[in-house]
């Protein structure tokens, strides 16, 4: 464990590092849209953007707005001030407008050779699944043509044997955090997703292996509350360590860099490489952008809470996320609907000044679902 918390703590890894010293290429992408096992394939690293909560968005903020969302503005001022200067291309996707407002001031600015713009369908249904499969194939193209290399479809098809052994050892992983007294925390959980978006998948896999055995041996945790965290992209350990802090246990959640980036089904088409990808990956979208989808999104919140125990849930979304903010209302009502009772957190990503707002609301929170009472692991709350 503690060679993923060291990896996810700064944005240029070692890993990375060592990666480009061998003359490797990295990626840069952001959307859990984006079908890694293509770039894999391609024998390129495929590097998930991250900010870490940075607060800095000096550089950013003269390219976006601030009324745009924060996480994205951080995203861009590490783009433009050089942190990510490692990258050697970037793969941009229609996630959201202020998502594509980072992608594209970045590229004004830094003129990357390699830049491909991922047109995502907001739909799921045979037509969109046959135009995303099409666009995948123009992906595809692009980085042949670009970086010299062939991508076979059983290049692809060995990718995605791995991808999916990755994702099944992850759902392993989670369910140690369901246990009556979790084996790891949501900080923690969050650290290893984090870490492995920077990774290879077989490089990533054989750490889960030894993550998912090493755990499995160590005592259960208690604590005061049984939480599930859903919201907007938020990479922020330090947010999760900050509510569990206060004495409460992220067991499960439903966020971008968490069980959403690799939970659901897979393909069916196993046949044909890219349409499966087109399947697994439009097929798995838990995001309000899918906006034909809300009641499957509001059932994988639902079967994430139920199969926890949790006894709350804490909706988190960054300030000015319009899909987000507008989607947390239908989430409270149903969450609520159906026992839970929920915190709706608003927050400034990365701001210091919003850290003690945050700890107060938490504690209200924690105090108003039952703190005299003793949860299942016996841990007084």
């Not at 830049?115 to 799921?124: E, I, Q, T």
């Not at 989670?174 to 009556?180: D, G, Q």
């Not at 838990?286 to 006894?311: G, H, I, N, S």
Request: aromatic share 10%; proline share 2%.
């Amino acid at each position: 464990m503690e060679e993923l918390q060291r990896r996810s703590s700064d944005i240029f890894t070692d890993y990375v590092r060592r990666w480009k010293e061998g003359g490797g290429k990295v990626l840069g992408y952001s959307c859990v849209a984006t079908p890694v096992e293509i770039i894999e394939a391609a024998g390129i690293l495929p590097y998930r953007i991250k900010a870490f909560g940075h607060p800095d968005t000096e550089l950013g903020d003269s390219y976006l707005a601030r009324f745009n969302c924060r996480f994205c503005r951080s995203c861009l001022q590490l783009g433009l001030d050089g942190t990510y200067d490692f990258l050697d291309g970037l793969i941009e996707t229609n996630g959201c407008d202020h998502l594509r407002g980072m992608f594209e001031n970045w590229q004004y600015a830094k003129k990357y050779g390699f830049f491909h713009y991922l047109k995502v369908p907001h739909f799921l249904r045979r037509d969109s699944l046959e135009y995303f499969t099409e666009e995948l194939s123009l992906l595809r193209m692009a980085l042949e043509d670009h970086f010299g290399v062939e991508i076979s479809d059983d290049a692809l098809r060995e990718s995605i044997g791995t991808v999916n052994q990755v994702q099944a050892r992850l759902r392993d992983l989670y369910a140690l955090r369901e246990e009556e007294r979790p084996r790891l925390s949501g900080a923690e959980a969050l650290q290893v997703i984090c870490t492995g978006s920077s990774m290879r998948a077989n490089d990533f896999l054989d750490l889960l292996d030894r993550l998912v055995e090493e755990k499995s041996r160590v005592s259960g945790i208690q604590g005061r509350a049984r939480l599930l965290l859903l919201g907007s992209a938020t990479d922020e350990v330090d947010l999760v360590a900050e509510i569990e802090d206060q004495g409460a246990l992220v067991v499960a959640d439903a966020l971008c860099y968490g069980s959403r980036s690799f939970w659901g089904r897979e393909g069916e088409s196993v046949e044909e490489p890219l349409l499966y990808l087109a399947e697994k990956y439009l097929g798995n979208l838990f995001c309000p952008r899918m906006f034909t989808e809300y009641e499957r999104r509001r059932d994988f919140v639902l079967e994430r809470a139920r199969q926890a125990r949790v006894d709350g849930a804490i909706i988190t979304y960054n300030k000015f996320c319009d899909l987000h903010g507008v989607e947390s209302v239908s989430l409270r009502k149903d969450l609520e609907d159906n026992g839970i009772p929920v915190l709706v957190l608003e927050k400034d990503y990365g701001s210091p000044a919003d850290a003690g707002r945050i700890r107060t609301r938490v504690q209200a929170f924690l105090e108003r679902i039952g703190s005299g009472s003793v949860d299942r692991a016996g841990a007084v709350r």
